[in-house]
T-cell receptor, first 116, second 106 residues
Framework: NAGVMQNPRHLVRRRGQEARLRCSPM?????VYWYRQLPEEGLKFMVY????????ESGMPKERFSAEFPKEGPSILRIQQVVRGDSAAYFC??????????????FGAGSRLTVL | KNEVEQSPQNLTAQEGEFITINCSYS?????LHWLQQHPGGGIVSLFM???GKKKHGRLIATINIQEKHSSLHITASHPRDSAVYIC????????FGTGTSLTVIP
């Protein structure tokens, strides 16, 4: 396992379409985090998931955005009815279970969404 | 006011110089991360700290929990160190600094 795998690396959508971004965590990692980096801005936390469970979604926009991490398969970040302001780089990170609550993060290469 | 403040925002250094990037935070944390974002956009986690000091090659990271401050040091800097360095903290939520853009000139 080369690490955290994200796909697609680049995605172009027209306004109103749906975007689905996938993240396969590192082998043995059961926690997935999604972050967004808007153009010329810093990283912003979106959501933290364990398998079949959303732990913290405080950074997710209230509408159109959803995330899941099913028992089998990758984590998916779904954006419905995309708008130009959704154009950004979306990064996924994964971590193993940590009793201390402090998690070593491994980042994926990111998925760059462009909304036309 | 941001929960995580980094300084400087931009830094240019000559190859071989010793570099320090600072991070101050205002929230309770369980860990602090130093991340490196390459010009192509990829992000690498350099360190995760909850106390003390860690060293990896030419990189050293320190944290002072009482003062809510961390520093990232690069010794004998090299042009390949040119990147954006991001401080992030995890506690009840996740907060990121806006990054320090480092350029090392040959």
């Amino acid at each position: 396992n080369a690490g955290v795998m994200q796909n697609p690396r680049h995605l172009v959508r027209r306004r109103g379409q749906e975007a689905r971004l996938r993240c396969s965590p590192m082998k043995g990692h059961s926690h997935v985090y999604w972050y967004r980096q808007l153009p010329e801005e810093g990283l912003k936390f979106m959501v933290y998931l364990q398998k079949e469970n959303i732990i913290d979604e405080s950074g997710m926009p209230k509408e159109r955005f959803s995330a899941e991490f099913p028992k089998e398969g990758p984590s998916i970040l779904r954006i419905q009815q995309v708008v130009r302001g959704d154009s950004a780089a979306y990064f996924c990170a994964s971590s193993p279970i940590s009793d201390s609550g402090a998690n070593v993060l491994t980042f994926g290469a990111g998925s760059r969404l462009t909304v036309l | 006011k941001n929960e995580v403040e980094q300084s400087p925002q931009n830094l240019t250094a000559q190859e071989g110089e010793f570099i320090t990037i600072n991070c101050s935070y205002s929230v309770g944390i369980s860990a602090l991360h130093w991340l490196q974002q390459h010009p192509g956009g990829g992000i690498v986690s350099l360190f995760m700290l909850s106390s003390g000091k860690k060293k990896h090659g030419r990189l050293i990271a320190t944290i002072n929990i009482q003062e809510k401050h961390s520093s990232l040091h690069i010794t004998a800097s090299h042009p390949r160190d040119s990147a954006v360095y991001i401080c992030a903290v995890t506690g009840n939520q996740f907060y990121f600094g806006t990054g320090t853009s480092l350029t090392v000139i040959p």
